[in-house]
C-alpha cells in the first residue's frame, strides 16, 4: 500500500474513531476490564477471500495505542482459506477492545471488493480483456477501494475527473460527441490526457470511431449491440464496456474481443467478507 493510499486510510480511521468514541471512549471496557490487562486479538477467516486492508487495519489500532504488536499470517492481495488466521494483535485488552469493529469493518469492506474482483477476474483471464473498477466508489474511500480492486487483480478506470477525459450524455447536451471531441483536442487542458466517448447506441458508436480518441466506454449495452459495435471499429481505439454484469456475463464479452470491463458492483455492490475475531489469552508469541 502506497503512501498516498494509507494516508487517505489514516484520514479515515481518525474520523471513524472519534465517532465511535467521541469524548468518553469505549465506557463499558473502562468499567469491567483492568488497565493493565492483556490479551490477543485474532483475526479468522469464516470463508475463502481474498485479503486487503491489513495496513489499514493495523493503523487503526496503532491510532488508539501505539504499543500494540502485530503479526500477519498472510499479505494483501494473497487467499485466505475459512479457518485460517489472518493477522494477531497483542496489547492491552482495553485498547483492542477500542479498536476492533474499525479494524474489522476496514478489512471486511476491502477483502469483500478484492475477492469479487478476483472473481472477475479468473472469468476473463484466457482472454486480453482487463477487469476496471469505475468511480462509483463511496465518498472519502475511493482510494481505499481502488487498492481492494488491484489487490484482486483488476485495475483503475481513473482516479478522479482531473486524469482523463470523459465526454459522457452531459458533455454533449448542446451540440454532438464530434463537436465535443474537437473542443477537448482544441484545449490545452486536454494536453496529455487521454480522452474516452460514452455511449449508449450504436449510431453514438459509429460517430465515436471517426475521432481521434483513445478508447469508446460502451454503457449499458445488449450483447447484440457490442459484438456488431466490434465489427465497425476502426484503427487503433480502445473498446470498454460499462455496468452491471455478471461474471458470466463478463466471460462472454470478453470473448467478444474488448478491451476493458468496467464493473460497477465491484466498488457498489461487494458483500463484505466474513471475517471474525477471537481473544486469546496467556503467552504472546509475537
Given amino acids: ?19 465511535a468514541l467521541g469524548v468518553a471512549g469505549d465506557v463499558t471496557s473502562m468499567v469491567t476490564i483492568p488497565p493493565n490487562h492483556r490479551q490477543r486479538a485474532r483475526f ?43 493477522c494477531e494483535f497483542e496489547g492491552r485488552t482495553r485498547s483492542l477492545l ?4 474499525l479494524a474489522l469493518n476496514f478489512l471486511q469492506r476491502l477483502s469483500g471488493i478484492a475477492t469479487l474482483t478476483r472473481k472477475y477476474v479468473q472469468a476473463v483471464s484466457h482472454t486480453k480483456t482487463v477487469i476496471l473498477d469505475t468511480n462509483r466508489t463511496l465518498p472519502g474511500w475511493r482510494l481505499l477501494e481502488k487498492y481492494a480492486v488491484e489487490m484482486g487483480g483488476g485495475q483503475s478506470h481513473r482516479l478522479g475527473l482531473y486524469d482523463a477525459i470523459v465526454i459522457g450524455a452531459g458533455h454533449v447536451a448542446t451540440g454532438s460527441i464530434t463537436q465535443a471531441v ?11 490526457l487521454p480522452i474516452l466517448v460514452s455511449v449508449r447506441t450504436l449510431k453514438e458508436f ?23 459495435a466490434i ?53 504472546s508469541s509475537l
Fill in 1 to 19: 500500500m502506497d503512501q498516498e493510499v494509507f494516508a487517505a486510510a489514516w484520514r479515515l480511521c481518525e474520523l471513524a474513531l472519534n465517532e
Fill in 44 to 86: 479468522v477467516a469464516a470463508q475463502d477471500a481474498v485479503v486487503a486492508g491489513l495496513p489499514v487495519a493495523i493503523g487503526a489500532y496503532a491510532q488508539i495505542d501505539a504499543n500494540i504488536r502485530y503479526h500477519r499470517q498472510i499479505e494483501d492481495g494473497e487467499t485466505v482459506k475459512a479457518g485460517e488466521t489472518i
Fill in 98 to 101: 477500542a479498536g476492533e469493529m
Fill in 182 to 192: 474537437q473542443a477537448a483536442l482544441a484545449n490545452p487542458i486536454a494536453a496529455g
Fill in 206 to 228: 459509429e460517430e465515436a470511431c471517426k475521432l481521434d480518441i483513445s478508447r469508446i466506454l460502451m454503457v449499458g449495452m445488449t450483447d447484440r449491440e457490442i459484438a456488431n
Fill in 231 to 283: 465489427k465497425r471499429i476502426v484503427g487503433e481505439i480502445q473498446l470498454e464496456f460499462v455496468g452491471r454484469l455478471s461474471v458470466s456475463r463478463a466471460k462472454l464479452i470478453s470473448e467478444m474481443g474488448v478491451d476493458f470491463i468496467g464493473v460497477v458492483d465491484l466498488t457498489q455492490n461487494a458483500p463484505p467478507a466474513e471475517f471474525a475475531i477471537q481473544y486469546v489469552s496467556g503467552e
